[in-house]
Nanobody
Framework: QVQLVESGGGLVQPGGSLRLSCAASGSIFSIYAMGWYRQAPGKQRELVAAITSGGSTNYADSVKGRFTISRDNAKNTVYLQMNSLKPEDTAIYYC???????????????WGQGTQVTVSS
């Protein structure tokens, strides 16, 4: 069993900052990549940022220069520092992990339950 637990969402004014965290736990052998996705009302879920076990990162064009993804491999935790937030960043943010499990062969993908981020004055 594997769980991803997100925290850090909330309401913030335009121009403000938030930091999201996502901790993975359970029968994890290793995590290849972790990332953040978001889904706004009436829109498809989209990639926000991702990071590999080696530290390579990838960002959506809309957040480059404002958001920073980081990772603590020892804690199986990924962070998303969000600065200069805009109303269009309002969405449910989901954590994602691509990993190997201890007791099963193969590669598995898991999602967190989501955390709401609302940017509004």
């Amino acid at each position: 069993q594997v769980q991803l637990v997100e925290s850090g969402g909330g309401l913030v004014q335009p121009g403000g900052s938030l930091r999201l965290s996502c901790a993975a736990s359970g029968s994890i052998f290793s995590i290849y990549a972790m990332g953040w996705y978001r889904q706004a009302p009436g829109k498809q879920r989209e990639l926000v940022a991702a990071i590999t076990s080696g530290g390579s990162t990838n960002y959506a064009d809309s957040v480059k220069g404002r958001f920073t993804i980081s990772r603590d491999n020892a804690k199986n935790t990924v962070y998303l520092q969000m600065n200069s937030l805009k109303p269009e960043d309002t969405a449910i943010y989901y954590c994602n992990a691509d990993l190997a499990r201890i007791e099963l062969p193969g590669r598995y993908n898991y999602w967190g339950q989501g955390t709401q981020v609302t940017v509004s004055s």
